[in-house]
Protein backbone atom coordinates (compact mmCIF):
# COMPACT_ATOMS: atom_id res chain seq x y z
CA UNK A 1 0.00 0.00 0.00
CA UNK A 2 1.25 3.68 -0.65
CA UNK A 3 1.25 5.87 2.45
CA UNK A 4 1.37 9.61 2.13
CA UNK A 5 2.49 11.70 5.21
CA UNK A 6 1.35 15.22 5.33
CA UNK A 7 2.94 17.99 7.52
CA UNK A 8 1.18 20.95 9.88
CA UNK A 9 2.37 22.77 12.86
CA UNK A 10 0.59 22.95 16.35
CA UNK A 11 0.87 25.36 19.16
CA UNK A 12 0.11 23.41 22.59
CA UNK A 13 -0.42 24.80 25.68
CA UNK A 14 -0.50 23.16 28.83
CA UNK A 15 -0.92 24.28 32.56
CA UNK A 16 1.95 22.24 34.19
CA UNK A 17 0.98 20.55 37.42
CA UNK A 18 3.41 22.29 39.75
CA UNK A 19 4.33 25.07 37.62
CA UNK A 20 2.91 28.00 35.01
CA UNK A 21 1.98 27.40 31.68
CA UNK A 22 3.99 26.77 28.93
CA UNK A 23 3.91 26.38 25.57
CA UNK A 24 4.92 23.91 22.45
CA UNK A 25 5.27 24.62 19.32
CA UNK A 26 4.71 21.10 17.31
CA UNK A 27 5.12 19.71 13.93
CA UNK A 28 2.60 17.09 13.57
CA UNK A 29 2.97 14.39 10.84
CA UNK A 30 0.39 12.53 10.05
CA UNK A 31 0.78 9.16 7.48
CA UNK A 32 -2.43 7.45 6.00
CA UNK A 33 -2.47 4.39 3.45
CA UNK A 34 -4.61 2.75 1.59
CA UNK A 35 -5.03 1.22 -2.16
CA UNK A 36 -4.03 2.70 -5.26
CA UNK A 37 -6.45 4.00 -7.71
CA UNK A 38 -5.04 3.06 -10.90
CA UNK A 39 -6.84 6.58 -12.36
CA UNK A 40 -5.42 8.33 -9.98
CA UNK A 41 -2.22 7.00 -8.66
CA UNK A 42 -3.30 8.39 -5.38
CA UNK A 43 -4.39 6.25 -2.08
CA UNK A 44 -5.80 8.97 -0.59
CA UNK A 45 -7.57 12.74 -1.56
CA UNK A 46 -4.88 15.32 -0.35
CA UNK A 47 -7.41 17.97 -0.12
CA UNK A 48 -9.41 15.95 2.35
CA UNK A 49 -5.63 15.46 4.64
CA UNK A 50 -5.27 18.24 4.65
CA UNK A 51 -8.75 19.41 5.42
CA UNK A 52 -9.12 16.79 8.62
CA UNK A 53 -5.27 18.32 9.82
CA UNK A 54 -6.10 21.83 9.81
CA UNK A 55 -9.89 21.21 12.12
CA UNK A 56 -7.55 18.70 14.14
CA UNK A 57 -4.91 22.23 14.61
CA UNK A 58 -7.95 24.25 15.35
CA UNK A 59 -9.36 22.00 18.21
CA UNK A 60 -6.15 21.42 19.55
CA UNK A 61 -4.98 25.18 19.73
CA UNK A 62 -8.62 26.35 21.42
CA UNK A 63 -7.47 24.09 24.48
CA UNK A 64 -5.87 24.23 27.17
CA UNK A 65 -4.17 20.80 28.50
CA UNK A 66 -3.58 20.24 32.44
CA UNK A 67 -0.64 18.19 33.31
CA UNK A 68 -1.08 15.38 35.63
CA UNK A 69 2.98 15.39 36.14
CA UNK A 70 5.97 17.62 35.28
CA UNK A 71 7.05 14.92 32.95
CA UNK A 72 4.11 15.79 30.79
CA UNK A 73 3.90 12.29 29.88
CA UNK A 74 0.14 12.11 30.52
CA UNK A 75 -1.15 15.11 28.67
CA UNK A 76 1.41 14.35 25.44
CA UNK A 77 -0.62 10.81 25.74
CA UNK A 78 -3.77 12.67 26.11
CA UNK A 79 -3.31 14.96 22.97
CA UNK A 80 -1.73 11.84 20.59
CA UNK A 81 -4.86 9.79 21.90
CA UNK A 82 -7.46 12.91 20.47
CA UNK A 83 -5.38 13.52 17.41
CA UNK A 84 -5.75 9.42 16.46
CA UNK A 85 -8.97 8.73 17.30
CA UNK A 86 -10.35 11.85 15.22
CA UNK A 87 -8.32 11.28 12.31
CA UNK A 88 -8.67 7.33 12.33
CA UNK A 89 -12.25 7.99 12.07
CA UNK A 90 -12.02 10.25 9.40
CA UNK A 91 -9.72 7.83 7.41
CA UNK A 92 -12.04 4.83 7.81
CA UNK A 93 -14.95 7.21 6.30
CA UNK A 94 -12.84 7.63 3.38
CA UNK A 95 -11.80 3.82 2.90
CA UNK A 96 -8.02 4.06 4.35
CA UNK A 97 -5.88 4.01 7.28
CA UNK A 98 -3.94 6.18 10.22
CA UNK A 99 -1.00 4.43 9.59
CA UNK A 100 1.56 6.81 11.51
CA UNK A 101 1.38 9.69 14.04
CA UNK A 102 4.88 11.89 14.97
CA UNK A 103 4.81 15.21 16.65
CA UNK A 104 8.27 16.49 16.79
CA UNK A 105 8.56 19.42 19.19
CA UNK A 106 10.17 22.44 17.48
CA UNK A 107 12.65 22.29 20.12
CA UNK A 108 13.83 18.48 19.56
CA UNK A 109 11.54 16.17 21.76
CA UNK A 110 9.20 13.79 19.83
CA UNK A 111 6.48 11.18 20.89
CA UNK A 112 4.76 9.27 18.20
CA UNK A 113 3.00 6.51 17.24
CA UNK A 114 2.40 3.75 14.08
CA UNK A 115 0.27 0.83 13.60
CA UNK A 116 3.11 -1.31 15.00
CA UNK A 117 2.13 -0.11 17.93
CA UNK A 118 -1.01 -0.90 20.28
CA UNK A 119 -2.87 2.27 20.73
CA UNK A 120 -2.03 2.77 24.25
CA UNK A 121 1.85 2.61 23.88
CA UNK A 122 3.92 5.49 22.08
CA UNK A 123 7.61 6.38 21.57
CA UNK A 124 9.38 9.13 23.20
CA UNK A 125 12.89 10.20 22.25
CA UNK A 126 15.00 13.02 23.99
CA UNK A 127 17.85 14.54 22.76
CA UNK A 128 21.37 15.14 24.48
CA UNK A 129 24.36 16.66 22.94
CA UNK A 130 28.37 15.63 23.94
CA UNK A 131 31.65 16.15 23.11
CA UNK A 132 33.50 13.29 21.55
CA UNK A 133 37.44 13.95 22.32
CA UNK A 134 39.56 11.22 21.40
CA UNK A 135 43.26 11.16 22.63
CA UNK A 136 44.70 11.00 18.92
CA UNK A 137 41.49 11.69 16.81
CA UNK A 138 39.48 14.93 16.13
CA UNK A 139 36.93 16.44 18.24
CA UNK A 140 32.99 15.30 17.38
CA UNK A 141 30.34 17.19 18.38
CA UNK A 142 27.68 13.94 18.43
CA UNK A 143 23.92 14.24 18.84
CA UNK A 144 21.97 11.19 20.67
CA UNK A 145 18.25 10.83 20.52
CA UNK A 146 17.02 8.53 23.02
CA UNK A 147 13.84 6.62 22.21
CA UNK A 148 11.66 5.04 24.75
CA UNK A 149 8.43 2.65 24.47
CA UNK A 150 5.83 4.25 26.88
CA UNK A 151 3.32 1.97 28.40
CA UNK A 152 0.06 3.15 29.31
CA UNK A 153 0.37 5.21 32.58
CA UNK A 154 3.76 5.81 32.67
CA UNK A 155 4.85 8.81 34.01
CA UNK A 156 8.24 9.22 33.97
CA UNK A 157 10.65 11.29 32.55
CA UNK A 158 12.70 10.40 29.83
CA UNK A 159 14.72 13.48 29.57
CA UNK A 160 15.87 13.04 32.65
CA UNK A 161 16.31 8.79 32.17
CA UNK A 162 18.30 9.99 29.22
CA UNK A 163 20.26 12.30 30.82
CA UNK A 164 21.00 9.38 33.79
CA UNK A 165 22.34 7.16 30.84
CA UNK A 166 24.29 9.75 29.69
CA UNK A 167 25.94 10.66 33.19
CA UNK A 168 27.62 7.01 33.08
CA UNK A 169 29.49 7.44 30.44
CA UNK A 170 32.87 8.51 29.37
CA UNK A 171 33.37 10.11 26.22
CA UNK A 172 36.42 9.11 24.03
CA UNK A 173 36.14 7.47 20.96
CA UNK A 174 33.25 7.02 19.24
CA UNK A 175 33.56 3.63 18.80
CA UNK A 176 33.82 2.90 22.42
CA UNK A 177 31.00 4.49 22.97
CA UNK A 178 28.66 3.00 20.57
CA UNK A 179 29.48 -0.08 22.58
CA UNK A 180 28.70 1.65 25.73
CA UNK A 181 25.43 3.00 24.64
CA UNK A 182 24.57 -0.32 23.30
CA UNK A 183 24.74 -2.03 26.52
CA UNK A 184 21.44 0.32 28.24
CA UNK A 185 19.08 -0.86 24.74
CA UNK A 186 16.38 -2.88 26.52
CA UNK A 187 17.16 -1.00 30.11
CA UNK A 188 13.78 -1.15 31.98
CA UNK A 189 11.84 1.56 33.90
CA UNK A 190 9.83 0.49 36.92
CA UNK A 191 6.83 0.99 35.25
CA UNK A 192 7.99 -1.35 32.45
CA UNK A 193 8.96 1.47 29.60
CA UNK A 194 11.79 0.83 28.22
CA UNK A 195 14.61 2.25 25.73
CA UNK A 196 14.19 0.79 22.57
CA UNK A 197 17.09 2.45 20.68
CA UNK A 198 20.05 5.46 20.46
CA UNK A 199 20.71 7.65 17.45
CA UNK A 200 24.16 8.78 17.64
CA UNK A 201 24.86 11.66 14.71
CA UNK A 202 27.83 13.25 13.99
CA UNK A 203 26.02 17.46 13.80
CA UNK A 204 29.43 18.34 11.59
CA UNK A 205 28.13 15.91 8.46
CA UNK A 206 24.89 14.90 9.53
CA UNK A 207 26.03 11.21 9.54
CA UNK A 208 23.82 8.83 11.62
CA UNK A 209 24.16 5.44 13.57
CA UNK A 210 20.98 4.15 14.86
CA UNK A 211 22.08 1.47 17.98
Given at each position: ?5 R ?51 K????DI ?55 E ?31 Q ?17 S ?5 G???R ?13 S ?17
Amino acid sequence: MLQFVREIPIRIVIQGALSARRGFLFHLAAGFSGEVDPLSGMSVNLMLLDEWLWQLKKDLEQDIFQATSESFNHTFAEIMAIARLRLTEKAEEQGVRLASLVFREERGATFSWDLGLPPEQMQFTSFQFIECVPRDGQFQLLRLGFTWLRLQSCEADYAHESFRILKTLSFGDVAGLYARLSGFLGMRLDSGSSLLKVSVENTEDGSKVIL
